[in-house]
């Protein structure tokens, strides 16, 4: 699976959309863009996942470029509660094992 | 629609004692993973069961760790006479037809004293 980089960290203001970027130069054309987060001491939370197309949930939007070197995760309005350590993984299609790497720890102040 | 199940949230073990770890999947999820956390550490991949079969134990440590899914019942992660350094939290995940995108638990804090 390709490596990712992510920003150790990252602040936004409640309210304010929260843009992740992830950058993945070597993925594969059959690797998809998934983004967990772990809300402290809690299990991971699956938000979206993607493989060439923007995706929207519930939860939040995932823009992936066209070549598809890089991605964000917007999540439109912070809240407290986004407060979070969010991973960016590169997975081949149908693969089961999620590498996880550092994440970027979001703040989201209020 | 209860989620992943995992039990208990906290246990203590003295060293060289035996840790069994509990995990039910989400109602109809047949595919069950176990991933570990180490103190101020990331995740990390253990195994990944489907009912009555191993499917990848790559990150299962070779001695004193195994797990099962039985036909009927819980997965369960069992750990023979533990260590300090087997002190994490251990979690569970199920899905239902084998994506990525699964549900965690809440998990298992291991204490080894």
């Known amino acids: 699976d390709a490596k990712t980089t992510q920003p150790t960290s990252m602040d936004c203001a409640e309210g304010r959309a929260a843009n992740l970027p992830c950058n993945h130069s070597?993925?594969?054309?059959?690797?998809?863009v998934y983004w967990y987060r772990q809300i402290h001491s809690q299990g991971p939370q699956y938000i979206i996942h993607?493989?060439?197309n923007n995706e929207t949930n519930e939860m939040a939007s995932l823009i992936i470029t066209e070549d598809r070197k890089s991605s964000t995760l917007i999540l439109p309005h912070a809240t407290l509660r986004d407060t979070a350590v969010y991973y960016c993984?590169?997975?081949?299609?149908?693969?089961?094992?999620?590498?996880f790497g550092q994440g970027t720890r979001l703040t989201i102040n209020p | 629609n209860a989620g992943v199940m995992q039990n208990p949230r906290h246990l203590v073990r003295r060293r060289g004692q035996e840790a069994r770890l509990r995990c039910s999947p989400m109602?109809?999820?047949?595919?069950v993973y176990w991933y570990r956390q180490l103190p101020e550490e990331g995740l990390k991949f253990m195994v990944y069961l489907q009912k009555e079969n191993i499917i990848d134990e790559s990150g299962m440590p070779k001695e004193r760790f195994s797990a099962e899914f039985p036909k009927e019942g819980p997965s369960i992660l069992r750990i023979q006479q533990v260590v300090r350094g087997d002190s994490a939290a251990y979690f569970c995940?199920?899905?239902?037809?084998?994506?990525?995108?699964?549900?965690f638990g809440s998990g298992t804090r291991l204490t080894v004293v």
């Open positions: 070597t993925i594969s054309g059959n690797e998809y």
């Open positions: 109602k109809g999820h047949s595919h």
């Open positions: 993607g493989l060439k």
């Open positions: 993984i590169a997975l081949i299609q149908g693969a089961q094992k999620l590498v």
């Open positions: 995940a199920s899905s239902p037809y084998g994506e990525a995108g699964y549900t």
